[in-house]
């Protein structure tokens, strides 16, 4: 193909790259007329260009549906994985070695604290306990003698304090055997849920063997960590979500109960400890759970989604003002389902364009309608 050829090719089709750039991408027009270019509104066809030529030229109003601009607030949401725990756990041990004659209580059975789970052998430590007895009340009746005789002066003062001391002595070793005793009964030191039974009754048994293991599951303890950013954030009492991984459909209600004192310097996290109630005992230590928290944020105008638009140099709404409409950027802080949050040069109760934003050239005169007065609504062209 001979080089001229080549150049004319090479020119048409810049030429229908510039036609279709400036016929199809949002905001040309804009840009042309910044370069003085404004040939460019009347030759590119757009829907409502013949309605904005005749507003220009005769100065009739544009009639939109406009909403009046609101406040929100952003909310800034911590989520983290954490593990259950009850509320308070206690290995029973007995305390002394013996002989394990009895276990009062079946695994997963509810205990209260004080009730007696097991016994081990107490015939020495019941002997022991009669003799003590034997001689506290010898020394009873012994003192009752020295202080009838010390009445007639038969005796003197000094028998009777040490007939008195030898009682006291007495008392002390019928109580010294009577613990020993009571010692041989295994008592659960909390209320809770004992769990399954490592031992079974004939066993021998030390002070480190394990006899039960008792869980108070009134209400889980739920360890998380949040990340450093959150760290003045927290509160004690703050209200926060948790759902157990393995049942998402269950939502249940806690508080922050205990906070860290430092960050971890590997991590970057801070640990942080929620309370969560169990009335139905349907949670079990060692659950995973997912913790949610909100935390309120900065106050943003809030505008409908049909008022954004998009242009060349970004976002922007058509404001209403004296039945002026006045074009405003605006930076996009947070989409929501109703309403999208914005970063703008605009206040609450100020009137934004959401239908017939086709029809707005900047400066233009608007009449703002209701949805009923509106005959032809527009479709906007924003998210």
């Known amino acids: 193909m001979a080089t001229w050829k080549q150049i004319v090719l090479a020119l048409a089709v810049l030429a229908a790259a510039a036609f279709g750039w400036v016929l199809f991408f949002p905001g040309a027009q804009d840009v042309l007329s910044r370069w003085g270019i404004e040939w460019a509104h009347a030759s590119t066809p757009k829907p409502g260009a013949d309605t904005a030529k005749d507003t220009e030229n005769t100065g009739r109003q544009v009639t939109v549906i406009a909403e009046q601009v609101k406040t929100a607030t952003i909310n800034d949401r911590l989520q983290a994985i954490g593990s259950g725990r009850a509320k308070a756990s206690v290995t029973v041990n007995p305390y002394s070695s013996g002989r394990m004659t009895e276990i009062l209580v079946e695994p997963g059975a509810h205990v ?5 789970i097991a016994r081990l052998d107490s015939d020495v430590e019941k002997i022991a306990l009669d003799k003590a007895m034997a001689a506290r009340d010898d020394a009873k009746a012994k003192v009752a003698r ?35 005793l009571d010692r041989r009964s295994v008592v659960s030191p909390i209320s809770g849920t004992v769990g399954i039974l490592p031992i ?43 759902t157990a991984m393995a049942n998402p459909t269950d939502i249940f209600k806690g508080t922050v109960s205990a906070i860290d004192n430092h960050i971890d310097e590997k991590s970057r996290t801070l640990w942080v400890q929620a309370t969560i109630d169990n009335p139905a005992d349907s949670l079990r230590a060692g659950m995973a759970f997912q913790v949610t928290m909100k935390f309120p944020g900065d106050t943003y105008p809030s505008v409908s989604p049909l008022a954004i638009q998009w242009g060349t140099d970004g976002a922007y709404i058509w404001t209403v003002k004296d ?6 950027p605006v930076r996009i802080i947070q989409r929501n389902t109703n309403d999208v949050l914005v970063d703008a040069a605009i206040t609450s109760g100020d009137m934004v364009v959401t239908q017939g934003v086709q029809n707005v050239r900047e400066g233009s005169a ?10 032809e609504p527009a479709t906007a062209t924003g998210s």
Request: cysteine-free.
């Open 112 to 116: 209260e604290a004080g009730q007696v």
């Open 200 to 242: 079974s009754a004939g066993n021998y048994v030390t002070s480190t063997s394990a006899i039960a293991t008792i869980d108070d599951r009134s209400s889980i303890l739920v360890d998380f960590w949040v990340p450093e950013r959150f760290a003045s954030s927290v509160r004690i009492g703050a209200p926060l979500t948790a």
């Open 146 to 180: 020295f202080r009838a005789l010390r009445a007639s002066n038969a005796a003197t003062a000094v028998q009777l304090s040490d007939a008195e001391l030898e009682l006291r002595n007495d008392e002390l070793t019928v109580h010294d055997a009577q613990v020993t």
């Open 366 to 375: 608007v009449r703002v309608a209701s949805n009923a007065d509106s005959q």
């Open 323 to 328: 039945g002026k409409a006045t074009q405003v």
